[in-house]
Structures are given as structure tokens and as C-alpha cells.
């Protein structure tokens, strides 16, 4: 079945940079119609998109993460990989990769997120 | 930007059905989605496209659409079914979750 695993540093000091991997398994991230995103909930608040990669390569951003999120691809490996720059304690969170599945109605592109990995929890602090 | 609105909380019997709902503008052509949040676990999609419901989630859960609200129904509410539970909507090619409802079971 697939499955989702994300990687990387638990503790980050403030003002460096972010870096985690989602590998996939079951499923090519280069190919089909599916999305593959990043999302993180810090503690006690809600569900935050950061952002996708497509089958493609091509990327879309959370304007709010916008100017310090890059979300890239390792085709060979099956790896999408999320890179977050000047980070804060505000950006301490539960960070998930999650599959999105693309479906387009009569009117209308939408999508969902069917599966998601167990998530990695990344502490800002020095 | 796009905005999802939902109640903080709502508290339900066991056995009774629990109505949680999510506003935004023009949200029915949105078809939006549902998922379950546990403490400790990842999000579980519970309905899609409004109203349709992903293999393995139990016939309780059930959503509708109407306007500028989209609701998700839980019918015979059990205490298992106790969690967050977040809208989730596309605008202009991005993702938007609404705030989030704790459903309490008591």
C-alpha cells in the first residue's frame, strides 16, 4: 500500500533553515494526476498548508509561506522534500506530507488529501 | 484571502448526532472536504467532495452542502468519535483549512 514517511532534523535554531524529506512508497510522485503537499500544525492551533509539488515539478505556495518555502523533488529516490528559511518558534510545529488527490468536477479543479504520513514534530529553539 | 469559519467546539451525547459546520463564501461550489484529527495521530479524510465518503469511515459521517455552508453530520455519535475536525477547501489553485471544531462526547 502507499505510504508516506517524513525525515529530518527534530531541532532547528532560530533564524536557519528548515529542511525535511517525504519518501514515498506504493505510489511515483512523477507521474499521474495526485499532488503531494506539506502541512504542519504547530500545538494547539490548527491545520496549516504550506504548499505542492505536481507530477510535473510545478509547485504552488501558501502566500503566507511564499517567501521562505521551497518544496523540490528527488525523482530518482521517490522524495519530495520541503526547505523553510529564517525560521522562528513560531514556526515549531507537527510537520505532515500528504498526498492530495486532483479531481475536476463539471465547474471546478478540486482536491482532497487521502493519505498522510505520521508526521515529524521540528522544535525551533536555541 | 479565503476564509473558512467554523465553531471553535460543539459537545454531543452519545448516540445523538452531532452537527458540525463550516462557512466560506460560495463554499457549496467548492465541494469541500472533511477530515478527523486525534491528538498524537495524522488527519483522516472523512468526506470529500461534500458529500461523498472515502471507503472505511463508518455510515455516521455523512456532509452536505448548501450555499455558503458546507456540515458535517455525525449520527449515534460514539466517544471514540471525539477530535478535531477541519474543512478544507480549494481557492484559486490553493489550500485552505478551516480553523478546526473540537467535538466533545460526553
Known amino acids: 500500500q502507499v505510504q508516506l514517511q517524513e525525515s529530518g532534523p527534530g531541532l532547528v535554531k532560530p533564524s536557519q533553515t528548515l529542511s525535511l524529506t517525504c519518501t514515498v512508497s506504493?505510489?511515483?510522485?512523477?507521474?499521474?494526476?495526485?499532488?503531494w503537499s506539506w502541512v504542519r500544525q504547530p500545538a494547539g492551533q490548527g491545520l496549516d498548508w504550506i504548499g505542492r509539488?505536481?507530477?510535473?515539478?510545478?509547485?504552488n505556495y501558501n502566500p503566507t509561506h511564499n517567501n521562505r518555502v521551497t518544496i523540490l523533488r528527488d525523482a530518482s529516490k521517490n522524495q519530495f522534500s520541503l526547505t523553510m528559511t529564517s525560521v522562528t518558534a513560531a514556526d515549531t510545529a507537527i510537520y505532515y506530507c500528504?498526498?492530495?488527490?486532483?479531481?475536476?468536477?463539471?465547474?471546478?479543479?478540486?482536491?482532497?488529501?487521502?493519505?498522510w504520513g505520521q508526521g515529524i514534530l521540528v522544535t525551533v529553539s536555541s | 484571502s479565503y476564509e473558512l469559519t467554523q465553531p471553535p467546539s460543539v459537545s454531543v451525547s452519545p448516540g445523538q448526532t452531532a452537527t458540525i459546520t463550516c462557512s466560506g463564501n460560495q463554499l457549496g461550489d467548492k465541494f469541500p472536504s472533511w477530515y478527523q484529527k486525534k491528538p498524537g495521530q495524522s488527519p483522516v479524510l472523512v468526506i470529500y467532495k461534500g458529500d461523498k465518503r472515502p471507503s472505511g469511515i463508518p455510515e455516521r459521517f455523512s456532509g452536505s452542502t448548501s450555499g455558503n455552508t458546507a456540515t458535517l453530520t455525525i449520527r449515534g455519535t460514539q466517544t471514540m468519535d471525539e477530535g478535531d475536525f477541519y474543512c478544507q477547501a480549494w481557492d484559486s489553485a490553493t489550500v485552505v483549512f478551516g480553523g478546526g471544531t473540537k467535538l466533545t462526547v460526553l
Open positions: 506504493g505510489d511515483s510522485i512523477s507521474s499521474g494526476t495526485d499532488y
Open positions: 509539488l505536481s507530477s510535473s515539478g510545478a509547485t
Open positions: 500528504a498526498r492530495e488527490k486532483i479531481e475536476m468536477t463539471t465547474t471546478t479543479l478540486l482536491g482532497r488529501f487521502d493519505l
